[in-house]
C-alpha cells in the first residue's frame, strides 16, 4: 500500500545486487569459461576446466539473474519469483556447506568462496523477510493454510468463507489471492482520502464485519482511529476526506453523482488518484457480496462498529 519506503527500497536494492552479480557471473562464464576458471582462484582447486560444464553452470546462473531481475520492479507482488531465483544459488550454497562438513573442502577455499557463494541467496531472503515482516507481499503464493490463519487471526470468526473458497474445486482460493492485492492498490492516493472512499463503499454493503476489516485495514495503514471512526459512522470531517466517502458510496450504490464527484477529486489530486479511489471502492465490494451470495453476512447494525 502507498509507495515504496526505505525499507521496501533497501529490499529491492538487495535482491538487484545479486541479480546483476548473477547475470554477470554467468555472462563472465558463458562467454569466456577458461578466463572465468583463471580468474576465480578457489576453483582451481575442484580440478582441471571443463568448458561444458562452466558454461552449464553459467547458464543457471543467468536464469537466476533474470528472474531476480524480473522481481525487483514490483517485489511485493512478485516474491514468490524472487525466492524461485534464489532456489539454485541457495543449493549451490549447501553444496558447498556440506563439502565443507565432510571434508571435501577445505576450510580456507570455504571461507574464501562463502561471499560469493553463500552470500547471495542469504541478501534475497534477508530482502523477502523485510517485506514478510511488514506484511506487504502478495498472499498469492503462501500457502493456503497460512493464509487462513492470518485471516482469523486478523478478523476472528470471519474465515468461514474463505475456508468454504479454499475448499471449492479448481483452486478457487488461489485464484482469489491474486485478485486481493487490487482492492488495496494505492501509490499516489493519501491514505486518509483512499480508505474514506473504501469505508465507504464497504458500509454501502451492509456487512458490518466487512466494515470493521476495511476499518482496521486504515489503521495500519496509518490513518487516525478517530477518523476511521468517524467514517464507520458515516460522519467524515468536511472538506476532501468528506468528498472521497461520498466518491466510494456513488460507486458503491452505482450513482450518477460518482460522475461529478469523480471530476472534482480529479482536478485537486489527478486522474491516478480517482483511479485508485474508484478501484478500491469497486473492488472491496467483492467480500460482502461473495458473503451475502453465500448467507453468511451480518447486518452493520448487529455489528459495534469502532476501532481502538
Not at 37 to 62: M, S
Not at 162 to 172: D, L, S, V
Not at 185 to 209: K, N, S, W, Y
Amino acid at each position: 500500500m502507498g509507495k515504496p519506503e526505505l525499507p521496501d527500497r533497501l529490499a529491492q536494492v538487495l535482491v538487484a545486487l545479486v541479480a546483476l552479480f548473477s547475470l554477470g557471473n554467468g555472462a563472465f562464464m558463458l562467454v569466456d569459461p577458461f578466463g572465468w576458471y583463471q580468474a576465480v582462484e578457489t576453483v582451481k582447486f575442484t580440478g582441471p576446466p571443463n568448458q561444458h560444464f562452466i558454461r552449464d553452470i553459467g547458464l543457471a546462473y543467468l536464469t537466476c539473474g533474470a528472474i531476480l531481475a524480473f522481481a525487483v520492479p514490483n517485489l511485493a507482488m512478485r516474491w514468490l519469483a524472487a525466492f524461485a531465483g534464489s532456489l539454485w544459488l541457495a543449493i549451490h550454497g549447501f553444496l558447498h556447506i556440506w563439502e565443507f562438513m565432510t571434508g571435501v573442502c577445505a576450510p580456507g577455499i570455504f571461507w574464501q568462496d562463502a561471499p560469493g557463494v553463500l552470500g547471495p541467496p542469504l541478501l534475497v531472503w534477508a530482502a523477502l523477510g523485510i517485506l514478510f515482516a511488514q506484511q506487504k507481499v502478495s498472499p498469492a503464493g503462501i500457502p493456503d493454510s497460512l493464509v487462513l490463519g492470518a485471516v482469523e487471526k486478523m478478523s476472528p470468526g470471519e474465515s468461514e468463507y474463505f475456508r468454504e473458497i479454499a475448499g471449492t474445486p479448481g483452486h478457487a482460493l488461489e485464484k482469489f489471492k491474486h485478485f486481493m492485492p487490487v482492492t488495496m492498490h494505492r501509490f499516489e492516493a493519501p491514505a486518509d482520502l483512499f480508505h474514506m472512499a473504501r469505508i465507504a463503499a464497504t458500509l454501502v454493503e451492509d456487512c458490518g464485519p466487512c466494515a470493521l476489516v476495511a476499518a482496521e485495514g486504515a489503521v495500519r495503514d496509518g490513518v487516525d482511529s478517530e477518523l476511521v471512526n468517524a467514517a464507520l459512522k458515516a460522519e467524515p470531517p468536511e472538506g476532501d476526506l468528506k468528498t472521497a466517502f461520498i466518491f466510494g458510496a456513488a460507486i458503491a450504490r452505482q450513482s450518477i453523482e460518482a460522475f461529478t464527484i469523480g471530476d472534482t477529486i480529479e482536478e485537486v489530486y489527478g486522474r491516478t488518484v480517482r483511479l485508485e479511489l474508484a478501484m478500491t471502492a469497486a473492488t472491496v465490494r467483492a467480500y460482502p457480496a461473495i458473503k451475502r451470495g453465500l448467507g453468511l453476512s451480518k447486518a452493520c447494525s448487529l455489528t459495534p462498529l469502532s476501532v481502538g
